[in-house]
């Protein structure tokens, strides 16, 4: 009795898996259906497609999805009729998950080594072989096969679906982006799981005891996922994914190993967002430290920066390297650290002697900024070395010509001109917008690159914003 009742809780959550029968002789579908009429797999029955020839077998095929094992005659139609059919299977179906079995009661017509090394089949059985328990045998053994085969391209998926998600942190994103990226992921993961959700999400505590706790994922019931993780460095969110059937420990560990790298991803993203948020406030203040020694302000270097931001993209680099150039930018000028006060800030035209010492704040900036190994120090090492180089090589200090400097400090020499000239300088008031725009344009091909100067207006309207709003 307590084995009766064990079985009749037995749960069926999906649907069956499909098995086709393809053999001319009516006695085989009969056994095959018996047989297969006891089997439950993994809380899931077996439901029997027969088709008595190799053609009516492609219309079933056309119209019904996901067999999972199909049991083949050979001699049919022809002699060779259940072969054509796999091939019809392998090749014009394009179908490799399809588990398939040929059974023959004429061995003769095809040799088994002759068959499997030919055909695209993974068994080869004699209809003699098949006795009851064999055969209960062949098709589970056949179903775990196109279970895992299943469960690995629905890995494929969900990462390859993940992955696109994940790139997207790429960029500096808005915290209510964070939430519409998870919301479009899980979409999406549903999809491939044939599996609908619910999705809802509370802020969670500031308290110092909750921050610090690390995030994680956890199946609270068979259905039903909760992850926490940071969306600012001082908050946290827990979200609760409810799918709307439930999944057994192969999925649930697939999914969740899944969503951990989204996870890890975006908190990964949002320290390294922080990082250079904190690194762009450190060189801001070095930069305005640097500047004010020669009666600038630290507005100046904010400017080159956000305008080396604005403009590099247009030569095909990334939204992330855009950030790193922003900050890099800023650094052109910190070799001036080393120019004595008296040269910095002289009113007047400084003397041969003087303007010597002043060219070699580009290799004091470069020496200061080349040996932190860091990216942005590299790029920044480069632009402070190379941005008063001129186009037509009458620059300094090496005297490169045109794309012998690097693009980095082209860009930068450009807007450095255009927001000196915009300012006001110990030695001179600023310039009328006109007059600076005429300057620039005349020395197009001489001392700045004409791509450059092209980019720049291109995207003027976006840059006077930043003067004269």
């Not at 619910?198 to 005891?209: C, D, R, W």
């Not at 095909?316 to 004595?340: C, Q, R, T, W």
């Amino acid at each position: 009795m307590e084995f009766l009742k064990k079985k009749a809780e037995q749960k069926i959550y999906n649907e069956p898996w499909k098995i086709l029968v393809v053999d001319d002789e009516p006695d085989i579908h009969a056994v095959t259906s018996l047989i297969a009429k006891d089997i439950i797999f993994e809380s899931r029955p077996v439901k029997i497609y027969s088709a008595y020839s190799a053609s009516e077998a492609m219309e079933i095929l056309k119209n019904i999805e996901d067999i999972a094992v199909a049991l083949i005659d050979v001699v049919m139609e022809s002699d060779d009729s259940g072969l054509k059919l796999v091939q019809f299977i392998r090749e014009e179906l394009d179908n490799k998950k399809m588990r398939l079995v040929i059974r023959t009661g004429q061995p003769g017509y095809a040799p088994p080594r002759e068959i499997i090394l030919r055909y695209n089949i993974d068994d080869y059985r004699e209809k003699s072989e098949l006795s009851s328990n064999a055969l209960f045998t062949l098709i589970v053994s056949k179903l775990r096969e196109y279970k895992y085969i299943k469960i690995l391209e629905t890995h494929k998926k969900l990462l390859e679906r993940l992955n696109f998600y994940t790139s997207r942190f790429s960029n500096q994103i808005a915290e209510q982006e964070f939430i519409d990226i998870l919301n479009e992921a899980v979409d999406n993961v549903s999809l491939i799981l044939n599996n609908n959700f619910s999705l809802s999400y509370e802020f969670l505590s500031n308290s110092e005891k909750e921050l610090n706790k690390n995030s994680h994922l956890v199946w609270v019931s068979e259905k039903i996922l909760n992850l926490k993780f940071r969306i600012k460095m001082n908050e946290r969110i827990k979200i609760s994914i409810d799918f709307s059937k439930p999944f057994d420990e192969i999925y649930k560990n697939l999914i969740e190993m899944c969503f951990e790298k989204f996870v890890l991803v975006m908190e990964n993203h949002l320290l390294t967002q922080d990082l250079i948020n904190t690194l762009y406030k450190i060189v801001y203040i070095i930069s305005e430290v640097t500047e004010t020694r020669s009666s600038e302000t630290g507005e100046h270097v904010q400017r080159i920066g956000k305008i080396a931001k604005m403009l590099i993209p247009f030569f095909g680099y990334s939204n992330e390297v855009a950030s790193m150039f922003e900050i890099a930018a800023m650094l052109h000028d910190v070799g001036k650290i080393g120019i004595p006060d008296s040269i910095l800030n002289k009113p007047g035209q400084l003397s041969k002697e003087e303007f010597e010492i002043m060219k070699t704040h580009t290799l004091i900036g470069y020496r200061i900024l080349s040996v932190i190994e860091h990216p942005i120090f590299q790029l920044a090492s480069t632009v402070a070395l190379y941005h008063h180089e001129n186009w037509d090589g009458s620059g300094y200090p090496n005297g490169l010509k045109g794309e012998e400097i690097p693009l980095e400090a082209r860009i930068v020499s450009l807007i450095d001109v255009f927001d000196a000239l915009l300012s006001d300088r110990v030695y001179r008031p600023a310039w009328k917008e006109e007059e600076v725009v005429k300057y620039i344009k005349e020395n197009v091909g001489k001392k700045f690159d004409p791509k450059v100067v092209k980019v720049f207006f291109d995207s003027y309207e976006e840059i006077r914003k930043i003067y004269f709003q």
